[in-house]
């Protein structure tokens, strides 16, 4: 441990002891994550300015965001008719000019520009009368700027850092040049010469003072890499280690295909499986069939044909004189799945059986089933394995629609006495480079292929001023015998824009539109019950609309739905909105979908449309989706087990995840306690930051 002293005591240094920075200043800094002098060295400027006035506005597009410096040319107080005065301040690159504006602003703020000196500008670029203008920017006046040390005085590139109330960008500069100076010597490595050598990166104590003081932009590019690698490589290091503890345990059941039950289903199906369903059959009947506990992730869109890869798996455990049981997130999806596994079982000699909620009379007699082994596939929601249930002797557990499942509840899962081998469905393709972190510690098949005769959904993005002619087309499907679906988005109660919310879109098909049509609402907040109810009907076609805020998502089946109309889709994810558009489409007949946009549209959003318009490949939506809202909006809040990179980028970074991937499996398979003398480095790194984490994951 003698080299890592050093390291812990940089990290326990507070950041209060600087000069300069005192009580107060370190409560600012706590709320940026800065704790320590560690953290304050490891706090990476968000963006870098140019004190060099260059002129790039001519290239520059309305709506853009952009960032340059600039001289100031005049400042102008404009009264308005409520006795206010706007803010103008016009500057120039030397070429053109534009106009920044500030409608509110502290009264010390005009007289802080002066003609004639540089100002870095950032901001959106929006043109108002012709001219460009830039509202409420973000800006530094760079030249006036009498405190500044000498240091950043002589720079061209200045380093921006993220602030707090009450922190500047000159407070920050000086905090960071003061650690450097003190504590430079300190800095500790965290990766072994080998891995520098492989991938040509700085040491680490240079590698951080490029970040903060380079003058070459390239040159910090390529450094922050060596940061995101950091990372990743200790991620993949920990699900390397779940995977060779997995292997070495040889706990799981090994399966024996005898071709009885599963040949007897393939010759009663009346379809061919896809190739990709085929495929993805084999890579789970060898994981069933070798000594090895299988997790394994089935990725597939909606309709590719998940649920009878899972049957033929079920049955694979239930010739070998196992149980096997499909856990459904609702009692109405299990139920779905009940109807289709009676119907395609049609004939063979397998007991299935569905556990609903609640007391019923012959749940008693049921458990009992199951607990004797009499019960062989067992269909419920996650009641099924949590509560009062036991089973005689389990041997798969699949779980349906579970792409919010947690890497904790997997190992409660895995860590079933009888060791179960584990199959996860999604629907929402993640992808690969997510897959990856989130996933680690499973494997992963892709059903990347849709069944034949699949009409893809015709989707089309109407402007709310259109939504009439929306309307029209709706109500030729429904003369037909179609139904429909409307979707809004969750309006909160504290959202006083003229949203369209569910209620109202309701009231307003109802009374005025469709008034000799049947018409129901659902919405998150009702009883779980009469959301059953609702959704019962309109399956049984006793309704002809369904209106309702996004809690259809998951995926109950209604063939005869042939129109998804979603209100505000500008509002909505690309994978929700993929989600939606996969609820209609299950029939044989052509369905559509119309994108309701509210103007104006954000550029993001009139993309992420577009996208939809353009693809109705999960896959390629799912990495559009992660490309435009980054990991952590793609998953939404509740996601567990999502890795917060602080330098990494799941999206840029693709490729250097699957290098550090690499990387950790190879060490981790020659040395899984990283014992050799040459891995000193990364035990010690290891088991000081990452230990805590595996423990809560090994089972
Ligand atoms: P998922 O669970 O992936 O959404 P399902 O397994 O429910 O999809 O399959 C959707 C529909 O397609 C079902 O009615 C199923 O019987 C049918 N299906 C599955 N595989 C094929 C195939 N290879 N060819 C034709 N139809 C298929
Ligand atoms: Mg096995």
């Known amino acids: 441990m003698g080299k890592n002293e050093h390291q812990e005591a940089l990290n326990e240094i507070p950041v209060m002891y600087l000069k300069g920075v005192g009580e107060h200043r370190a409560r600012l800094l706590a709320k940026l994550g800065v704790h320590s002098v560690l953290d304050l060295m490891e706090l990476f400027p968000r963006t870098y300015l140019n004190r060099i006035v260059n002129p790039t506005l001519s290239q520059m597009q309305v709506g853009d965001l952009v960032s340059f410096s600039a001289e100031i040319s005049w400042v102008n107080l404009k009264p308005t008719s409520k006795g206010k005065k706007i803010l103008n301040v016009g500057v120039n690159d030397g070429q053109i000019g534009l106009v920044c504006v500030w409608f509110s602003y502290p009264p010390h703020l005009p007289q802080i520009f002066k003609p004639g000196s540089t100002i870095w500008i950032s901001g959106t670029l929006s043109s108002f009368n012709n001219s460009l203008q830039i509202n409420h920017p973000e800006f530094e006046i760079l030249t006036d700027s009498h405190d500044e040390p000498d240091f950043w005085k002589s ?44 991938h040509q990166f700085p040491p680490r104590r240079e590698a951080l003072q490029i970040m903060h003081f380079s003058q070459h932009i390239e040159l910090i590019h390529q450094t922050r890499l060596r940061f995101a690698y950091e990372e990743f490589f200790y991620s993949q ?13 040889e706990a799981g059941i090994t399966f024996v295909n005898h071709r009885k039950l599963t040949t007897a289903l393939k010759n009663k199906l009346s379809f061919t499986l896809t190739k990709a369903q085929k495929r993805v059959i084999r890579e789970i009947f060898a994981d069933m069939c070798s000594a090895h506990q299988m997790s394994r992730l089935i990725q597939g869109d909606v309709g590719s044909g998940k649920t009878i890869v899972t049957l033929f798996a079920m049955l694979l455990a239930v010739e070998n004189g196992y149980q096997a049981a499909l856990m459904a997130p609702t009692e109405i999806l299990a139920e779905q799945h009940y109807q289709n596994f009676i119907r395609m079982l049609d004939g063979l000699p397998v007991r299935t059986v569905l556990l609903k909620g609640g007391n019923y009379k012959g749940k008693a007699e049921l458990k009992q089933e199951i607990a004797d082994g009499r019960a062989q596939l067992v269909l419920g929601t996650h009641a099924l394995i949590q509560k009062d249930v036991f089973f005689h002797k389990l041997g798969l557990v699949a779980v349906d629609e579970q792409h919010r499942f947690g890497v904790e509840q997997r190992a409660q899962l895995a860590g079933k006495e009888s060791h179960p081998d584990l199959i996860y469905l999604s629907a ?7 897959a990856m972190t989130v996933y680690g510690d499973l494997q992963v098949s892709q059903i990347d292929e849709m069944p034949p005769n699949r009409k893809p959904v015709l989707t089309y993005i109407r402007s709310d001023r259109k939504f009439d002619t929306v309307l029209r087309d709706v109500e030729r499907e429904l003369k037909q015998g179609r139904q429909a679906y409307f979707v809004c988005p969750l309006v909160e109660e504290s959202e006083k824009l003229a949203l369209l919310d569910a209620q109202r879109l309701y009231e307003h098909l109802q009374q005025k539109v469709f008034k000799s049509y049947r018409i129901d609402l659902i919405h998150g907040r009702m009883p779980a019950k009469d959301k059953d109810a609702i959704m019962r009907k309109f399956k049984a076609g006793e309704t002809d609309i369904l209106v309702s805020t996004t809690v259809i998502e998951v995926g109950v089946d209604v063939a005869n739905a042939s129109v998804m109309v979603v209100e505000h889709a500008e509002r909505f994810g690309l994978a929700q909105l993929h989600q939606l558009r996969g609820r209609v489409g299950r029939g044989a007949d052509q369905a559509f979908c119309f994108l309701i946009g509210h103007q104006p549209l954000s550029s993001m959003a009139r993309e992420r449309l577009s996208t939809m318009s353009r693809s109705t490949d999960g896959f390629l939506i799912a990495e559009k989706d992660l490309e435009l809202r980054g990991p952590g909006e793609f998953f939404g809040q509740e996601q567990s087990g999502l890795p917060q990179f602080r330098f990494a980028n799941l999206v840029q970074d693709q490729a250097l995840l699957v290098t550090a991937r690499q990387d950790a499996f190879s060490i981790i398979q020659r040395d899984r306690q990283l014992m050799l003398p040459e891995h000193e480095i990364l035990r010690n790194i290891y088991m000081s930051k990452y230990k805590k984490k595996e423990e809560l994951i090994l089972y």
């Open 237 to 249: 290091v920990l699900w390397a280690r779940h995977r060779m503890y997995h292997e070495s345990k």
């Open 428 to 434: 929402t393709p993640i992808p690969r480079s997510l």
């Open 155 to 198: 720079r061209q590139l200045l380093p921006v850092y993220p602030l707090t109330e009450g922190l500047s960008q000159q407070l920050m500069r000086r905090f960071v040049l003061n650690a450097f100076s003190l504590y430079v010597d300190a800095i500790q490595e965290n990766l072994p010469p080998f891995l520098l050598e492989k």
